[in-house]
């Protein structure tokens, strides 16, 4: 990627837009608790854009139409946390090890490659992802970056 200073309220607000008018789908509830200036990042905007944009999809995708996603972002002392949590059917503890892995998938469309690769971005950027899920209780992606000149 191409590094810069990076602040990453303003990505998830423009996805907020977006989702809010192209992506939202009825009886899906979408939360964003996004505040401006949180800091910067050493990022590539349009990339971080696009590994936000997967795991909120996903998080859509896996509430069948119905259910809260909640987009938040947290500063901490040297990291930026961006958190997505759904409150869809959630990851069975036997496939959570392999979600990140290419061409795993568990939806009729779709190829597994959204989450492998929002993981290889997350991790140019000197990122962290973890993932906390609960069987038919969602799920949550804390994507935490390291903040700038700390």
């Not at 192209?22 to 696009?50: C, F, H, N, T």
């Not at 597994?112 to 899920?133: F, P």
Request: aromatic content about 4%.
């Amino acid at each position: 990627p191409q590094l810069a200073a990076v602040d990453v309220a303003p990505i998830l607000a423009e996805l907020a837009r977006e989702f809010a008018t192209s992506g939202r789908k009825p009886g899906v509830e979408l939360v964003w608790d996004i505040k401006p200036d949180i800091g910067r990042v050493p990022g590539d905007a349009v990339k971080l854009k696009q590994a936000f944009g997967n795991i909120i999809l996903n998080g859509c995708q896996a509430m069948n139409g119905e259910g809260v996603l909640r987009v938040s972002i947290e500063k901490k002392v040297r990291n930026v946390d961006v958190s997505i949590y759904d409150t869809g059917e959630g990851i069975q503890p036997d496939d959570l090890p392999k979600i990140f892995d290419p061409f795993v998938t568990t939806k009729k469309m779709g190829v597994g490659l959204g989450l492998a690769i929002s993981k290889r971005i997350i991790e140019d950027h000197k990122g962290k992802i973890h993932v906390k899920s609960r069987p038919e209780k969602g799920t949550v992606f804390i994507i935490t970056l390291p903040v700038q000149n700390v």
